[in-house]
């Protein structure tokens, strides 16, 4: 008989944080970067890697389709791509694991074949990959799913121009794995433009790429024959653990600097920090946040980038539900983001969701209860609420936290939380 581990966060709150916290790699720019190294016929080194599981899985998979991987530190690994032995991504694990249809476009890319296991809908609702579909089928690949898998092949892929009907961070870095290599130019209209695409983009031009306008809706991929590689490339810092480390340090009304950020890609947080009486001094690279009096209301509605990311909604929410006066959130990215509020609840939030909206009734304080995280960024927001909340709060189902967030619990002691990892 097996013996089951149970871990919890155990917090024990009203402590103002304090300190420096230093900001990880972005894990939505490594978990493409990740799959785009299958593109490269040769060798690369990767810096500034989160050390998170879906970083580790990543590298698991790349393994098994043949890619060497060495891991110089914790952080960096050497990629040798030169020999990859399968189209065939793992179907069970990649079934279920959301980034793992960056596989899709970067086989078909580099093999002119790919099968993945592809996952349904998952705890923020339906996400659907039809637009990912689309960019494949235009570039001339036959795509099919079956069974839930995805399979992917094409004779030859053709540069064409590809006009997104939803502005989509994961279609427009598939279309752009899948055209990399394509004969001819690939024009993508309506793309998304989250620093991860930039990063993305960057990445493969460093590699022999010939990518221009990302970070604008209109990017332009000139195939190439190949991607050479033997080149190092960092990964961009992660705006959303910078975005959540800012929203703690204001709910804990704490004082912190926040390093290793690039303070241009927080601009809608610090916008929304400051218009609810928060303080920012942004400079370059990295930040201070603090509080210096009650917080105020105010109405938020998640957008694509630049506008307010639905990755720290969340987070954003638990902030609201303890500022002064009547809040309203509106999210327009996923069905279903608002499971958190469940959670808020028993901790004493005043809180109605319905659909996409939700209202927020501020009050004075929470108070600690047991919780359980319902996917990656609500378990981040819990953890801020505990921070904040009166008494002790246990956090269960950790694994989404820690599939994005790199020592989370020991980032959050150094600024002075006081945060447990229990096992039972
Ligand atoms: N959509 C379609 N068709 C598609 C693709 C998307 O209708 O083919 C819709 C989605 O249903 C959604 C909207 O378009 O309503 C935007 O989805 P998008 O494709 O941009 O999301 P994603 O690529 O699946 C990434 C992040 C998410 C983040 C969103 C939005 C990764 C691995 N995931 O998802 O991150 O919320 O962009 O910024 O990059 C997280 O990190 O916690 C997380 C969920």
Redesign the pocket.
């Known amino acids: 008989m097996g013996v089951y581990i149970l871990e919890k966060l155990v917090i024990t709150g009203q402590t103002p944080l304090k300190g420096e916290v230093v900001i990880s790699g972005a894990?939505?720019a490594a978990?493409?970067i990740l799959p785009a190294t299958l593109l490269i016929n040769g060798t690369c080194t990767i810096e500034n890697l989160p050390n998170i599981s879906d970083v580790k899985l990543y590298c698991d998979i790349l393994s098994q389709l043949g890619v060497k991987i060495d891991w110089i530190s914790e952080h960096e690994i050497k990629v040798d791509s030169r020999n990859i032995n399968s189209h065939i991504a793992p179907l069970d694990v990649t079934r279920k694991f959301?980034?793992s249809?960056y596989l899709i476009g970067a086989l078909l890319g580099r093999c002119r074949k790919a099968q993945v296991g592809i996952p349904g809908g998952c705890n923020?609702?339906?996400?659907?990959?039809?637009?990912?579909?689309?960019g494949f089928e235009a570039l001339g690949a036959n795509v099919e799913v079956l069974q839930g898998n995805i399979t992917a092949t094409a004779k030859n892929l053709q540069g064409t121009s590809i006009y997104m009907?939803?502005?989509?961070?994961?279609?427009?870095?598939n279309i752009m794995l899948a055209s990399v290599l394509a004969e001819g130019t690939t024009i993508i209209d309506n793309a998304?433009k989250?620093p991860?695409i930039v990063d993305l983009a960057n990445f493969l031009n460093t590699m022999g790429a010939d990518i221009r306008g990302a970070g604008t809706d209109v990017i332009k991929i000139r195939g190439v024959k190949e991607l050479t590689g033997n080149a190092t490339y960092s990964i961009v810092p992660d705006q959303?653990e910078a975005g959540t480390f800012m929203l703690a340090a204001l709910a804990s009304k704490g004082d912190i600097v926040v390093k290793n950020c690039i303070t241009k890609h927080l601009e809608s947080i610090i916008a929304k920090i400051e218009e609810i009486g928060g303080n920012v001094d942004a400079n370059g690279d990295h930040l201070r946040v603090w509080y210096s009096k009650p917080l105020t209301k105010a109405n938020v509605k998640t957008l694509?980038?630049p506008g307010f990311?639905?990755?720290l909604q969340p987070q954003m929410g638990v902030v609201l539900a303890q500022a002064k006066g009547t809040s309203i959130i509106n999210e327009s990215?996923?069905?279903s983001r608002f499971q958190y509020t469940d959670e808020l609840r028993k901790m004493g939030a005043n809180i109605t969701a319905q659909g996409k909206t939700a209202i927020f009734e501020g009050v004075e304080q929470l108070s600690a209860a047991p919780v359980s995280a319902s996917?990656?960024?609500a378990g981040a927001a819990l953890i801020i609420a505990g921070i904040s909340a009166k008494g002790k709060t246990e956090i269960y189902n950790l694994n989404h936290i820690d599939r994005?967030y790199e020592n989370i619990e020991e980032k959050f002691r150094k600024l002075g939380a006081k945060i447990e990892r229990v096992s039972e």
């Open positions: 894990k939505n978990v493409a959301r980034a249809y923020l609702g339906n996400r659907p990959i039809d637009q990912h579909i689309k009907d939803v502005v989509s961070v994961g279609a427009t870095m998304a989250e991860h959303i694509p980038y990311p639905t990755d990215i996923w069905e996917d990656l960024r994005g």
